[in-house]
């Protein structure tokens, strides 16, 4: 057998997966050849095989760098549930079981393990991984060693020795959130200068993206949470004390809530993720300290109550929305008094640098906050991937505002960014426009060019709305990592040249929030629901026997292919998605059984 349909083969028999998705196969496939490679892939999209197939196809041991405990075990879980060869080894684990696990690693015993980074970096592991084969490194989250990166880890920096400590064991780095300078500077820090660099687009088209005013928020976010009885969600909020009022706001008003943060003892903590992780716990509500160790696929909708720091965060966080593809929701309450805090909190640290970036990519999340172009198209554009259309499933496609006819406008928008060497920011090229009389004009000679008040007819607040839709749709793009400044994309040019109409939004003049906030239609099983619903008690019953989440046994996907192609012997079963055969044999009798109409008794399912 070849290595493409070797690769192929587990794919199918060991993931339950007919074909990859784009890039999948070309990443394993420069991997398994011990190539470096750098990928970027929304959540959901399917990066751990990336690094999971090549582990089963090279000599040695995988090393998967992430950064939570509860990931790692997910993780593992699941792979081990798959028939996989993998362990983990963190703080979690006791002094015997470390040991154990070492001595998995020296007989060979391990297809993949899972470390922290500063677990990773001891001399003594070190000098560990240096007697034993190893097959790759796989380091998760790498957008937390750039300095540009929105969750930026000192630990994670130390990995740039890992290429110079071995140098013949290939490295994959992934991330789902990376502007194009946090990729340049996840390479450079890495020390893969010659790794093949993969964008596999940041879209997620089955997340319904809704941004409403913040005016009565717990009656927004009620009304909202209101007949989503079984579906799981998460509610972000920005501080601590924030958090448990909203918590116990919903534990009062009868809904299965909880909350998460730091503040809390590990005991609590462990106990709301893991009521989560075992669908016991509808809601958690929690700050940023919740979510990134989280490999839960069912998360139906995700709340921001208050909005985040940045583009990066909120994407993230989102993301943790509809990880199996099925419809999901993210909403987000926008208030000006969250940009106060969130500033505050910014500015509330003596890295002026650091605080110089934070600032402007807050800039940047207000501007998508108040967004009057399509929204996916504005989240899309912060991180480079342009799309030429309007996505139809947000709140802005679904009640547009009143459009008109910009091209005038924006061909001098753009001509002025032009004129001022492509150097400056929203304001400076907006005092141009409007021709403002400053020092700062002054001494650049900026009242010298020909866009100079050749915008007076519009007010600042109209140029900038103008600025941020353009931004927003591709015309022009910000560099954050000098100040902000505004440079002139390939689609400018038939913008300048008249070849194109520019249609932009005007502002509401009169918002109703509360008519917004509703609930759009989730999943939809059909006639399918009672056997899905039936599916998911059994499984249910056998994640609980072997003490793992329901979502490592099968997905809401695999289950709803299920009920709805309703396969009728073990052959038919294994064609559906996400069933392998090592599952097939763990669980094929009980879930045809359910399929077939026959009963089971569910408190023996698991055995």
């Not at 081990?80 to 963190?90: F, I, P, W």
């Not at 943060?261 to 809601?283: P, T």
């Not at 985040?308 to 993230?316: A, M």
Request: glycine letters at 8%; one cysteine or more.
């Amino acid at each position: 057998m070849g290595e493409q349909a070797a690769i192929h083969h587990t794919l199918k028999t060991v993931f339950g997966f007919h074909q990859f998705r784009a890039p999948q196969q070309e990443v394993i496939e420069r991997v398994v050849a011990g190539e470096d490679v750098f990928l970027v892939m929304p959540t959901g999209g399917g990066k751990s095989l990336c690094y999971q197939v090549p582990a089963l196809h090279r000599d040695g041991v995988a090393i998967v760098v992430s950064p939570l405990i509860a990931l790692m075990k997910d993780q593992v879980d699941a792979l081990l549930d798959n028939g996989v060869r993998a362990a983990c080894l963190n703080s979690s684990l006791t002094s015997d079981e470390a040991r154990f696990v070492l001595r998995q690693v020296h007989r060979n015993e391990l297809d993949l393990l899972y470390v922290a980074p500063e677990r990773l970096l001891l001399s003594d592991f070190l000098g560990v991984l240096a007697s034993v084969k190893l097959a790759l490194f796989a380091i998760d989250e790498a957008h937390c060693i750039s300095q540009w990166g929105h969750d930026f880890r000192p630990d994670y920096v130390k990995l740039g020795q890992l290429r110079s400590t071995f140098p013949d064991v290939p490295i994959v780095a992934m991330t789902a959130t990376a502007d194009p300078e946090t990729r340049k500077d996840i390479v450079r820090q890495l020390g893969i200068g010659q790794a093949t660099v993969f964008v596999a687009g940041f879209d997620r088209p089955n997340i319904t993206y809704t941004v409403v005013p913040k005016q009565k928020p717990f009656v927004q976010l009620t009304r909202f949470l209101n007949g989503r009885d079984d579906e799981s969600g998460i509610i972000y909020a920005l501080s601590r004390k924030r958090v448990e009022q909203i918590a116990g706001q919903l534990q009062n008003a009868g809904f299965s809530a909880a909350a998460y943060h730091a503040g809390l003892s590990d005991k609590e903590r462990s106990r709301v993720q893991n009521a989560f992780r075992c669908d016991d716990l509808r809601i958690v509500v929690a700050t940023v300290a919740f979510g990134m160790g989280i490999d839960k696929p069912n998360v139906r909708f995700v709340v921001h109550y208050d909005m985040p720091k940045s583009i990066e965060s909120y994407y993230q966080e989102t993301g943790r929305a509809g990880r199996d593809g099925l419809p999901s929701e993210a909403l987000m309450l926008f208030g000006m008094g969250d940009v106060m805090t969130a500033r505050s909190l910014i500015e509330n640290s003596d890295n002026a640098e650091r605080v110089r970036v934070e600032l402007q990519k807050l800039n940047a999340m207000v501007a998508y906050g108040e967004a009057l172009t399509c929204r996916r198209r504005a989240l899309l554009s912060y991180f480079g991937d342009q799309r030429d259309d309007d996505c139809g499933n947000c709140d802005i496609c679904t009640d547009p505002p009143q459009r008109f006819d910009a091209s005038k406008q924006a061909q001098k928008a753009l001509s002025c960014v032009y004129r001022v060497g492509e150097r400056f920011g929203v304001r400076h090229v907006v005092d141009v426009l409007r021709g403002a009389k400053n020092q700062r004009i002054t001494d650049l000679r900026h009242d010298e060019l020909t866009t100079y008040g050749i915008g007076a007819d519009l007010s600042t607040v109209q140029w900038e709305n103008i600025f941020r839709q353009l931004i927003h749709l591709g015309y022009l793009v910000q560099d954050f990592t000098r100040y902000g400044v505004l440079g002139l994309s390939p689609a400018a040019r038939p913008v300048l040249k008249g070849e194109i109409e520019v249609i932009l939004g005007l502002p509401r003049a009169v918002i109703k929030p509360e008519e917004k906030v509703k609930r759009r239609r989730g999943a939809d099983f059909g006639h399918h629901q009672e056997l899905f619903d039936n599916l998911r008690t059994l499984r249910k019953s056998i994640a609980d026997a072997a003490r793992v989440p329901p979502f490592v046994v099968f997905s809401d996907a695999t289950l709803l292919e299920m009920a709805s192609s309703r396969p009728r012997d073990e052959r038919e079963l294994l064609a559906v998605t996400g069933v392998g055969e090592h599952k097939l044999s763990k669980y094929g009798v009980a879930f045809l059984t359910v399929i077939n109409g026959r009963d089971i008794d569910f408190d023996k399912s698991g055995t």
